[in-house]
């Protein structure tokens, strides 16, 4: 296998190749790469392993990441849940062996992953700080909605259908303000940093254009009290970010939410419906997405070389935040948010 560093994201083979392998997911596509990058401005690419024919077979996405303040490093990839490299456990060693050879100064390579890398990739530490939740759709939207928990969602969800609650598909600039006004809200709330509204302004461009995100919105006469910021690609949805007003919370809008995307799911027969990342210390959100009957999953953060502790000075970092967000008016918070998801990706 030949190895080749790429910036070129518009390589029609990168796509077949996501499009064949079972381990591509929404955030090795180039929609995504150009999302992010157009975000933060690091420059981001694709290590590419190349056969005897000139395909591609074998693939790692990432980013370029270079400021003045913080140290050079890889990072694959950035504001993912995860992102395994889709490149065989023999060949993965020489693939970061490559990868190595060419940022000689880069001090750091960070990988993460759904998979444990630990023997394939020894000189990496990893730590196994968050978890996923991965719903399997049934044959039928009804034997899915009878696999939910009886009375913390299946009741919900009748309630909320009893409370006139209405969806709505957004498709418009205007969706997209309705969504991160309700996300800011919740950031505010949960006194974090709120991510800028052009990283979500720029995943909405690129992956519209695939037709791989979509924007659903709830609805209480006429008033927007719960959204989604969906992906999708392949077989799989993706609950990336969804927010709620917390004045309509007993209305039950977040389950109306979520049952309509797995409703949308059946209906353009995907598989699975990935519910996010969560921290294994928030508990009750883990207990939350298990009601749904999304089994867990554990990931993995690999860091070449040394310890993987970028989390735990995110968290740091996060707990000091939320001593002094309180008293910040928004306009601060937002300037905040600007300056943190650069730094700390």
């Known amino acids: 296998m030949d190895f080749e560093i ?51 077979s074998g693939l790692l996405p990432f980013i370029e990441f270079n400021n003045k303040i913080s140290p050079k490093k890889i990072i694959s990839f950035p504001m993912s849940n995860y992102c395994d490299p889709l490149f065989s456990d023999h060949k993965l060693p020489e693939a970061i062996e490559f990868l190595k050879n060419n940022y000689p100064t880069f001090q750091t390579i960070d ?76 950031r505010k709330r949960l006194l974090l940093p709120p991510i800028p509204y052009h990283f979500f302004k720029n995943i909405w461009t690129e992956l519209i254009k695939e037709n791989l995100i979509s924007l659903p919105i709830v609805y209480k006469n006429g008033f927007p009290v719960a959204a989604g910021f969906i992906l ?40 699975k419906v990935d519910f996010g990342r969560t921290s294994n210390d928030n508990q009750s959100l883990i207990t939350f997405k298990e009601k749904w009957a999304a089994e867990k999953f554990p990931l993995y953060h ?37 300056f943190i998801y650069r730094l700390f990706l």
């Open 6 to 56: 790429t910036e070129y994201l518009n390589d029609r083979r990168i796509i077949d190749f996501l499009l064949k392998d079972n381990r591509a997911t929404i955030y090795h596509h180039p929609a995504w790469l150009k999302a992010i990058q157009n975000s933060f401005k690091y420059k981001a690419k694709y290590l590419v392993g190349k056969d005897s024919n000139n395909h591609i």
């Open 232 to 271: 999708n690609f392949k077989d799989t949805y993706y609950l990336e970010y969804t927010a709620s007003d917390k004045n309509y919370i007993n209305l039950y809008p977040n389950h109306k939410l979520f049952y309509e995307v797995i409703k949308k799911a059946h209906l353009t027969g995907a598989k």
């Open 302 to 338: 690999h860091v070449y070389p040394g310890k993987a502790n970028n989390e735990k000075n995110k968290d740091s970092l996060r707990k000091y935040l939320m001593k002094i967000n309180y008293y910040l008016p928004d306009f601060v918070l937002e300037l905040e948010g600007k």
């Open 111 to 186: 990988l993460r992953t759904s998979k444990k890398f630990d023997k394939v990739l020894p000189q990496f530490s990893f730590t196994e700080e968050y978890v996923t939740h991965i719903l399997k759709l049934r044959d039928t939207l009804d034997e899915t909605f009878n696999s939910f928990h009886p009375t913390s969602v299946r009741a919900s969800i009748r309630r909320a259908e009893k409370n006139n609650l209405e969806i709505k598909w957004g498709n418009s600039p205007a969706d997209l303000n309705i969504f991160y006004h309700l996300e800011f809200k919740l």
